[in-house]
């Protein structure tokens, strides 16, 4: 059973901006409780990650978890993965936009772009350093959720403001398409 107190943060909460601590002890009760709680509260807020500082926990912690659902519906599928004192160690020059929600932002959608591949070094839930590559859709996930614990939120990435829409508009134009 998890924590029922989470609640996701909305736009405007001071620990959205902050930038995150890292983690000191990953081992700990403490650490190790909020992992498990915040692993089952992604996924009942059917979301492809979220960050710690999103439930007002300002350490460097994200899960992603990517899979089809009626926003992603070409989604990959991915096992939920606990990002731990993460470090993008490369990227690709190539960026592209692509559309991207928030659960801190709800019901905006906006057109950010990320790079394509990103290389990166974090620790597991276990506490082993975990480097690995990501592409497309999940190094699009592991950006924006890294970006919460930089203090950023997908909407300080888009470049121009015609490129941000409701979520409604955005459902309708994805499936005329």
């Known amino acids: 059973m998890y924590d029922k107190n989470l609640q996701i943060l909305l736009l405007g909460n001071p620990t959205l901006r902050k930038i995150a601590q890292p983690v000191v002890d990953i081992a ?3 650490t190790q409780s ?9 996924n009942d807020q059917n979301g492809m990650g979220i960050a710690a500082p999103q439930v007002g926990i300002s350490e ?3 899960i992603m ?12 599928e991915m096992e ?8 993008i160690t490369w990227f690709s020059p190539e960026a ?3 559309w991207e929600g928030c659960l801190s932002v709800p019901g905006v959608r906006a057109l950010v772009p990320r790079h394509t ?17 990501y592409s497309g859709f999940l190094a699009r996930i592991f950006q924006h959720e890294f970006d919460h ?8 990435r888009v470049e121009n403001s015609l490129e941000i829409m409701m979520e409604q508009e955005w459902l309708k134009m994805i499936n005329q398409s």
Not at 65 to 76: E, G, H, Q
């Open 117 to 133: 591949s990103i290389k990166v070094r974090f620790l597991s839930q276990l506490g082993d350093v975990i480097e690995t590559e």
């Open 80 to 87: 939920p993965t606990v990002v731990i004192n993460p470090e």
């Open 34 to 42: 909020f992992l498990k709680d915040l692993l089952q509260f992604v």
């Open 96 to 98: 592209k936009k692509g």
């Open 28 to 30: 700990s009760n403490h």
């Open 149 to 156: 614990l930089q203090g950023k939120v997908f909407l300080d």
């Open 65 to 76: 978890c990517s899979k089809p659902n009626s926003r992603y519906p070409y989604a990959p």
């Open 60 to 62: 460097r912690i994200f």
